[in-house]
Every structure is written in structure tokens, then in C-alpha cells.
């Protein structure tokens, strides 16, 4: 007697954008120190940046008119004050997505990333967290 075949698996969706992730642990001067992230953005030393808070998350772009700049050696630095809008603190890992395509950095501080994780594993596993 055949045994019926076994069903195949939901594969995984395909990436449809070419961000790059990164997770980096902010020192007490706020810097955001990840080589792919500028890579990536093509953000040299210099670049004016606009950085601005729009829904718990940190946005930081390319900006003729901004007042921060890429530091000299390469990394972005969030001010005491922007760090204060999020709840972020010296040792605290935040979760970067660099978009090409939008020319931004988007940083996850730790509290985006539990209401981002909880919605997810409440829509597997239906609430149950145990």
C-alpha cells in the first residue's frame, strides 16, 4: 500500500527591497558606528543629515540643510536629545535598517522592536508568549 506524499512546506517570501540590517550597540555619545549601513548609503564624512522622530523610530537622511553630519570617521552620531525622544541609553542595542532607495537610516530602538515582536509572534502563535 502507497502512502500518499507528504505536503511540501510554505517556503518563505523572496526579499523585495534591498535594505541592509544591522545591530549595533550605542555608546555613551550616541554613535551608530556600522561600515555596510554608510556603505551602502554612499555617506561620506561631512554629509549634512537631517534626524527627526516619526513614530517611535529614528529617521536620519541626507539634508543640505541639517545641522548633524556624518562624523569624520565615518559614523552617525545621535544627539543627547534624540536619544531622549526614544528612551535610548549608553549600552542599549537598536536594530538599523539602511534603504538605498530612499536614502535612509531608520533605527529601532529597543521598545519599537518589542511592539514589532510581539505583533508578529501574537499572529503565530495566536497571544501564547510561553
Request: aromatic letters at 4%.
Amino acid at each position: 500500500m502507497r502512502r500518499p506524499p507528504l505536503p511540501l512546506p510554505t517556503l518563505a517570501a523572496t526579499r523585495s527591497r534591498l535594505a541592509v540590517y544591522g545591530l549595533v550597540t550605542l555608546n555613551a555619545h550616541g554613535r551608530i558606528a556600522d561600515r555596510s549601513a554608510m556603505k551602502v548609503l554612499q555617506w561620506a564624512p561631512g554629509l549634512r543629515l537631517s534626524i527627526r522622530e516619526r513614530h517611535g523610530l529614528i529617521v536620519v537622511s541626507a539634508d543640505q540643510q541639517g545641522v548633524f553630519k556624518v562624523a569624520k570617521e565615518g559614523h552617525v552620531r545621535l544627539p543627547a536629545v534624540v536619544r531622549q525622544w526614544c528612551g535610548l541609553a549608553a549600552g542599549d542595542r537598536v536594530l538599523i535598517v539602511a534603504e538605498p532607495a530612499s536614502g535612509r537610516l531608520v533605527v529601532h530602538p529597543p521598545a519599537k522592536l518589542d511592539e514589532l515582536i510581539t505583533q508578529a509572534h501574537d499572529a503565530v502563535f495566536g497571544g501564547e508568549h510561553e
